[in-house]
């Protein structure tokens, strides 16, 4: 794995967040030190059957551990925090540098997986600066759908990358979040930014994201028409939504009571660092609901994505131990599905309604806006930054290219922007850039307590299971004599049903007892794995001829 960076260049590439949304994990070498930047997640798609997460491969940073000299975060999100516990569990003295809230969070984690005490975990702000032997990195302050967000400028004595985290330009953020530094930005525009690596998530809308406080109108006009109990699905990272959700609830005399673990910590950790307001008096448990009005209560659950565990999809399903849907409550999803969830989303949607509740949700109500920004913001980003280089970040392909085109209308030349892949690695002196080759940075799949132990090959198996079935067939054989003494039996599991099958059951059995007899037949010496192979390869093509699907063939033979 070796790389042609040379000693007078500085190197940034991703190990995750180029061509996806989600894993979000970028780094600045040069010479001897590597500074990365988050280390997130990616939630897994419908075709990753049983993966609970989808995170970076680390392998580079681990061969390189000695070089790593930190893990700096920009903010608390799950797509840039929530594969530190995997990565720390590689490279265990690293260590970490987050804003106040996204520290907190990642207190959470680390004391979950019990690596706390060994982690070196510390709180940074918009003037903190590290500085290394031959690196220094200090930060400016942007707005997010989450509070204390930053963003990232890694000094180098070839030139400074900026790396802007998730951003949005929200001139009138809520609660007690600061506007977006735009002073310091240009600042370091004007002093000269070697590159610019941007957050390209929004590249299709063609304007300015609207402000959380736009947000914040929609539910106070939403609630105010609401009679019955509410009940507020969101995400339980964004802060601002929850803020505003809790605030109109309380100008309207309702109690809250929150449900779903990750809510519950983001509303004490909230409360903690002074970002959400609500006296002790506000909140109230599931015992208390049975004696209030349902006028007077604001149910606040995670399960604005479709998450079977989450609490509204058990309140939906009529699963939940403490609360169901009564006649007259409304549902408020205060969130968009995130790729991959549409489905599960509508689900629960279709569940609540037949359930008896209204259900508010979509782009049509104004309950959500995103925390990206959009195209403006992008451009207003780059002229700020004024960057010799770009990079597009954080986002799909199609995000990269139309970033890429949006940074060529904002003077920076078509040869200096790149469009990259996770593990390309662009190499850069004072005036010029160039790609310096690749390392392996493939998706590593977390699946139970299982890191990287499943391949494309298992999650191969498990779709044709689920698509195909499976089909075991059970004989005992004499290897000397070359007789078959049992069977073959055929067992089937999502294929077809025995009971109703039994012609085709018959044909098959007939079919592998031939196979095994030709296959003794036709070699002189037989292996347990040519009989195997056989039986797989004969009654694989005989299945498909008859019933055009291909189950997996498992042949388990007793040998004597």
Do not use: W
Not at 25 to 35: F, H, L, R, S
Not at 233 to 248: G, K, L, P, Y
Not at 465 to 480: D, F, K, R, Y
């Amino acid at each position: 794995m070796k790389l042609d960076i040379k000693k007078n260049e500085v190197a940034a590439f991703a190990v995750g967040g180029l061509g996806e949304i989600g894993k979000n994990m970028y780094a600045v070498q040069y010479q001897d030190e590597i500074i990365v930047m988050d280390a997130g997640i990616k939630f897994p798609e419908d075709d990753l059957l049983g993966i609970d997460y989808v995170i970076s491969d680390y392998s580079y940073l681990k061969q390189h551990a000695d070089m790593v000299k930190a893990l700096v975060i920009t903010h608390g999100h799950e797509d840039h925090i929530g594969g530190i516990p995997y990565f720390l569990k590689e490279l265990p003295t690293v260590p970490v540098y987050a804003p106040p809230l996204a520290a907190a969070l990642i207190r959470g984690k680390l004391e979950e997986h019990g690596i706390l005490r060994e982690t070196e975990l510390h709180e940074i702000g918009e003037d903190d600066v590290l500085k290394f032997d031959k690196i220094t990195v200090d930060f400016f302050r942007t707005t997010h759908s989450i509070p204390d967000t930053l963003g990232i400028a890694v000094h180098t004595p070839v030139g400074v990358i900026v790396e802007t985290g998730d951003f949005k330009f929200d001139l009138t953020p809520v609660g007690n979040q600061p506007a977006p530094n735009l002073q310091r930005m240009a600042k370091l525009g004007s002093e000269g930014v070697l590159l610019l690596m941007s957050d390209s998530t929004n590249a299709e809308i063609p304007n300015f994201t609207k402000s959380e406080r736009f947000v914040g109108h929609s539910i106070r006009h939403i609630f105010e028409g609401i009679e019955g109990r509410i009940i507020f699905a969101t995400f339980a990272s964004n802060i601002s939504r929850i803020a505003q959700a809790t605030e109109v609830a309380m100008k309207n005399g309702r109690k809250i009571a929150v449900f779903g673990r990750s809510m519950e910590t983001a509303i004490v950790n909230g409360r903690e660092l002074g970002y959400l307001n609500i006296p002790d008096d506000v909140l109230v448990d599931a015992h208390d609901l049975n004696h209030l009005p349902a006028d007077k209560v604001m149910i606040l659950c995670t399960g604005s994505q479709g998450e079977p565990m989450a609490a509204l999809s058990r309140i939906a399903n009529g699963t939940h131990r403490q609360i169901s849907i009564q006649p007259g409550d409304t549902v408020v999803f205060s969130s968009n599905p995130i790729p991959g969830n549409t489905t599960s989303v509508n689900a629960v949607i279709n569940q609540l309604e037949a359930a008896g509740a209204d259900v508010i949700h979509g782009k049509i109500n104004n309950i959500h806006t995103s925390g990206h920004g959009g195209q403006e913001e992008e451009k207003l980003m780059l002229r700020l930054i004024k960057p010799k280089f770009f990079m597009a970040c954080h986002g799909e392909y199609r995000m990269q290219k139309l970033h890429t085109e949006l940074a060529q209308q904002c003077d920076v030349p078509a040869e200096n922007c790149f469009i990259m892949e996770n593990g390309d690695v662009l190499a850069m002196t004072e005036n010029s850039a160039r790609r310096a080759g690749h390392f392996p940075a493939s998706d590593v799949y977390i699946d139970g307590s299982g890191i990287g132990d499943i391949g494309n090959a298992v999650i191969r198996d498990r779709r044709m299971l689920s698509e195909e079935g499976l089909v075991v067939v059970v004989a005992t054989i004499n290897m000397q004599k070359h007789t078959v003494l049992a069977g073959p039996d055929l067992l089937s599991r999502g294929f077809v049903y025995m009971r109703e099958s039994g012609e085709l059951i018959n044909q098959a059995q007939r079919r592998v007892y031939r196979t095994i007899k030709q296959t003794f037949t036709n070699n002189e010496k037989v292996s347990e794995a040519m009989l195997k192979d056989a039986i797989s390869d004969s009654l694989s093509d005989f299945l498909f001829d008859r019933t055009e699907r291909k189950p997996i063939i498992i042949p388990m033979l007793i040998t004597l």
